[in-house]
Every structure is written in C-alpha cells, then in structure tokens.
C-alpha cells in the first residue's frame, strides 16, 4: 500500500507536467508552423508574380487600347485552390488591375504595408489571408509596380488544429507509458 502511494505522489505531479507542457507548447508550435507556412507563401506568390511579369509587361505596353487581357489572366490565376485575388498596383500605390474577388477595403498601400510584417495576415471578411506584395519590373522600364497576392489560410487553422491532437495524443501515450512503467515496478 504504501508503495502504490509512493507511485501515485510520483505520478501525479508527472500527469500536471505533462498537461502543463501539452498546453504551453500548442501556442509555440502554431506561431512556428504559420511562420513556416508565412514563409512557402511568400516563395510561392514570387514564383506567381514571376510567372505573371510577362502578362503585365504586355498589358501595360498595350493600355491604350485596353485589350482587357490581364484581367482574364488575373481571374484564371485565382482559380487555384489556395489563392484568393490578385491586383497590380503602380509605383505610387494605385490600383491599375484586380481580380473580381479582392477585397475593395484593402488598398495598395495598406497591402503594401501589411506585406511587411513578419506574418502578413489580414482579416478579410471570408477568413484570414496571407499578403504578399511582389514587385514587378519590365524589360523596357524598372520599377512598374508591385502584384499583390492574397493567399487563403483557412488551410493553416485546419492543420494547426490537426497538430493540436497529434501533440496532445503524443503527451497523452508518453502519460500512459510511464505511468505504466511505474505502475509495473
């Protein structure tokens, strides 16, 4: 009897630790996972706003006449999955171009700033987006102004919740494994 009160004095301090890590590590590993994922996005709208420089250079050479062509191009662009809108913006924070779904509240400049944080999110009112700003140069002339990309995250808050379980299922079997090795004594 007194060796069971011994194991239970050893075990539940354990069980607290061990429910104190779970809890406080959750906030650690959602911030380092949505900077990694930060990070992706910003790579991935480079290589969009790389993919696109072609198509802008073209548009702008073009735009008295207005062929329209680079808002099809934007509008096929945001078909993918996990992008939300695009738009063009000059130099001086002037919106030239945009897809039909970005949102109107969110101006050049406000896109240009919040690209700069070290996680650029924005609340739109169909969830939380990543922000990216791209600068675009042509050939013929630098500095044509910057493509804003807003990517969807609603994928993050389901993988971090995800990584929540698995974090807790992990901390909870580590639980049970000692509690039985001690229990087997």
């Not at 911030?31 to 250079?57: C, H, P, Q």
Request: proline fraction near 4%; charge should be positive; charged fraction near 20%.
């Amino acid at each position: 009897m007194r060796t069971l009160r011994l194991q239970v004095r050893f075990l539940l301090p354990l069980l607290a630790a061990l429910v104190a890590a779970a809890y406080l590590s959750q906030p650690v590993m959602d911030r380092m996972t949505l900077n990694w994922f930060s990070r992706d996005l910003s790579l991935r709208g480079a290589l969009v706003a790389d993919a696109l420089s072609d198509s802008i250079e073209r548009e702008l050479q073009d735009a008295p006449r207005q062929t329209g062509h680079l808002q099809s191009v934007f509008d096929r662009t945001v078909r993918d999955e996990r992008l939300v809108a695009v738009a063009l913006c000059t130099p001086d924070n002037v919106m030239v171009r945009a897809s039909s779904g970005f949102p109107p509240e969110l101006g050049c400049e406000a896109a240009r700033t919040l690209s700069s944080a070290k996680v650029p999110q924005w609340r739109a009112p169909s969830g939380s987006v990543h922000v990216g700003w791209h600068s675009v140069s042509s050939d013929s002339a630098s500095g044509v102004g910057g493509l804003v990309l807003l990517h969807d995250l609603s994928f993050i808050e389901r993988r971090s919740r995800d990584t929540q379980w698995h974090l807790l299922g992990l901390i909870t079997a580590l639980g049970y494994i000692v509690t039985i090795s001690v229990l087997l004594r």
